[in-house]
T-cell receptor
Framework: DQQVKQNSPSLSVQEGRISILNCDYT??????FLWYKKYPAEGPTFLIS?????DKNEDGRFTVFLNKSAKHLSLHIVPSQPGDSAVYFC??????????FGAGTTVTVRA | SAVISQKPSRDICQRGTSLTIQCQVD?????MFWYRQQPGQSLTLIAT?????????ESGFVIDKFPISRPNLTFSTLTVSNMSPEDSSIYLC???????????FGQGTRLTVV
């Protein structure tokens, strides 16, 4: 049972534009959300997180938005750069250390 | 953030054999985990490696198939036993200092069973 869903398997965006990645979850107990980036042959790298007590968290070019009523979060990358081309995973936890991951979205930034 | 080294980075193994994957962290960490990423799929938690005691396995994973050791706060091993082609996956070691903190990952071990 997939509790975290990333319904877009891929996203193509032009360099300099905004990338918007979406993630939906079904478990109302999730209270901490994270985004990871993964290059081929490497492990996932932590990008940004958000607690359920917030609706927005920003770190440089990366902003995560959380809509608890819709059980939806999104990651905005502005401006997109060629080095952002990677697979992005959404993850969530419910008051513990276990992470449930989405299937990932492959982002391609075009020059 | 912790630096995590996993060995081997990849291997091709015969069915019926076993492979032990090592995970070494450059600092003491509270929690260590093992994940699996099957081809085209998401990361799935196999188990939490507990220091000095038996690992805590998630539903669908058992100790006989995936024995785990954690002798201290910086090292853990995962063994994939009696392998079949269905075990072909990327296996990832992960560490965290507690709940609601980011987890860090090793580079993964790409296992192919033939």
């Amino acid at each position: 049972d997939q509790q975290v869903k990333q319904n877009s398997p891929s996203l193509s965006v032009q360099e300099g534009r905004i990338s918007i990645l979406n993630c939906d979850y079904t478990n109302s107990m999730f209270d901490y959300f994270l985004w990871y980036k993964k290059y081929p042959a490497e492990g996932p790298t932590f990008l940004i997180s958000i607690s359920s007590i917030k609706d927005k968290n920003e770190d440089g070019r990366f902003t995560v938005f959380l809509n608890k009523s819709a059980k939806h979060l999104s990651l905005h990358i502005v401006p997109s750069q060629p080095g952002d081309s990677a697979v992005y995973f959404c993850a969530a936890s419910a008051n513990d250390y276990k992470l449930s991951f989405g299937a990932g979205t492959t982002v391609t930034v075009r020059a | 953030s912790a630096v995590i080294s996993q060995k081997p980075s990849r291997d091709i193994c015969q069915r019926g054999t076993s492979l032990t994957i090592q995970c070494q962290v450059d600092s003491q960490v509270t929690m260590m985990f093992w994940y699996r990423q099957q081809p085209g799929q998401s990361l799935t938690l196999i188990a939490t490696a507990n220091q000095g005691s038996e690992a805590t396995y998630e539903s669908g994973f058992v100790i006989d198939k995936f024995p785990i050791s954690r002798p201290n706060l910086t090292f853990s091993t995962l063994t994939v036993s009696n392998m079949s082609p269905e075990d072909s996956s990327i296996y990832l070691c992960s560490v965290a200092q507690g709940a609601r903190t980011e987890a860090f990952f090793g580079q993964g071990t790409r296992l192919t069973v033939v």
